[in-house]
């Protein structure tokens, strides 16, 4: 079923995000788009995914799933800095339209999915780290697939397969830092950030990689289009850290460890 997304049901939807953006705790997020430099509102997403028409029931369901997620990384990753969402919203919406009769069952279950990664990935766990962008941009999904092409090329950054995935290796992680023996994962001695990456991830080294990376269109995930292109055919990874060592930001820190400022 389809209504105009000026009817009150579908407003009702909107309605909903208008409301979460209210409740915002904190700043709000920067976007890696080229043409602006915060991240849109949930309300601004839901308008453009909705502009053609949508499932009321559907489209409540999403914006309870995308008020959620927010907040679940608001929560876990309180030093975020980068957060489009427009590509993980219009993933979910797309994953539930092929789901048919059962799309609110579907949004549901995979809008908690994506908010229980948060939790488990963020300040909440003994992983501890520091920003949603390596999932939200699509560093972690570019370099999973990139191991085997063949089996995993049609997956996309926010499928439910690859949100199995990262459920996995999270899981994975807790066990390795609990050993105690990983020189990349240690356990962290007080509350800092975990860093693993070899160069720095403090806001001002991760604004400015990021925003050269983009400009370069070295970003897997353009997360800030709700249709926005996801491809793994480069070593991003790699790219990064060259780009990351030519802006004089790589620390060889061997432990995985951020520094304490701005804690």
């Not at 800095?81 to 092929?98: K, T």
């Not at 766990?125 to 699509?138: E, L, N, Q």
């Not at 060259?242 to 802006?247: G, K, M, N, S």
Request: charge should be neutral; aromatic fraction near 8%.
């Amino acid at each position: 079923m389809s209504v105009p997304a000026s009817s009150p049901s579908c407003a009702g939807a909107l309605q909903r995000l208008a409301d979460a953006d209210a409740r915002r705790s904190g700043a709000r997020w920067l976007s890696l788009s080229p043409e602006r430099s915060h991240a849109h509102t949930l309300e601004a997403i839901g308008r453009e995914l909705w502009s053609g028409g949508a499932d009321p029931r559907a489209a409540e369901a999403l914006a309870d799933g995308l008020a959620t997620i927010e907040a679940a990384m608001r929560r876990s990753f309180p030093r975020n800095v980068f957060g489009d969402l427009d590509l993980l919203a219009g993933s979910l919406w797309r994953g539930a339209l092929a789901a048919g009769e059962g799309a609110v069952a579907h949004l549901r279950a995979q809008c908690m999915r994506v908010a229980a990664l948060q939790e488990l990935f963020g300040e909440a766990t003994a992983i501890r780290f520091r920003y949603v962008h390596d999932f939200v941009y699509g560093f972690d999904w570019a370099k999973w697939v990139a191991r085997d092409p063949a089996n995993r090329a049609h997956v996309g950054p926010f499928s439910p397969e690859f949100l199995a995935t990262m459920e996995h290796r999270g899981h994975e992680l807790l066990v390795l830092i609990d050993g105690g023996h990983d020189p990349k994962y240690p356990p962290l001695p007080d509350e800092r950030p975990r860093n693993p990456f070899g160069f720095s991830r403090e806001p001002d080294a991760e604004i400015a990689l990021h925003r050269q990376l983009a400009h370069r269109r070295l970003i897997p995930v353009e997360a800030w289009c709700v249709r926005g292109r996801a491809r793994w055919d480069l070593p991003f990874a790699q790219l990064r850290r060259e780009h990351a060592a030519r802006l004089g930001l790589a620390d060889g820190d061997p432990a995985g460890l951020a520094p304490l400022r701005g804690v």
